[in-house]
């Protein structure tokens, strides 16, 4: 039987690393992705932005997007098989333990959150 192997021990430690580090890091990051993309196709206003905020703490982390349009509100739907467009809350919603929207005082805030734990 061979004996341990440096390299082998590095190339494991390192697939880990890449798989936590996408498990870890591509749903938030498609989540801000999708979030603003929607806000800036479905929210925006000439000459108003829109913002994201991330807010992490021991058990969620939470993914805000505002933007001035509150009439504007979003809804899942399922797009047809040819549709260029729609698909994504509905990657918000498989990717997100729980996502909603809050009406503010000017416009909304489309939230999404994760359990980090």
């Given at each position: 039987m061979p004996g341990p192997d440096?390299?082998?021990?590095?190339?494991?430690?390192?697939?880990?690393?890449?798989?936590t580090q996408l498990r870890v890091l591509v749903p938030p990051t498609l989540i801000v992705s999708e979030l603003a993309t929607n806000a800036l196709l479905h929210g925006a206003i000439r000459?108003?932005?829109?913002?994201?905020?991330?807010?992490l703490t021991e058990f969620?982390?939470?993914?805000?997007?505002?933007?001035?349009?509150?009439?504007?509100?979003?809804?899942?739907?399922?797009p047809d098989g040819d549709d260029r467009y729609g698909r994504?809350?509905?990657?918000?919603?498989q990717l997100a333990d729980r996502w909603g929207v809050?009406?503010?005082t000017v416009g909304k805030s489309v939230f999404a959150?994760?359990?980090v734990r």
């Open positions: 440096p390299r082998r021990d590095v190339f494991e430690r390192n697939v880990l690393d890449e798989r000459g108003r932005l829109f913002r994201v905020h991330l807010t969620v982390l939470r993914v805000a997007v505002r933007d001035p349009r509150g009439e504007r509100l979003p809804c899942l739907r399922q994504g809350l509905l990657i918000v919603a809050e009406p503010r959150e994760l359990s």
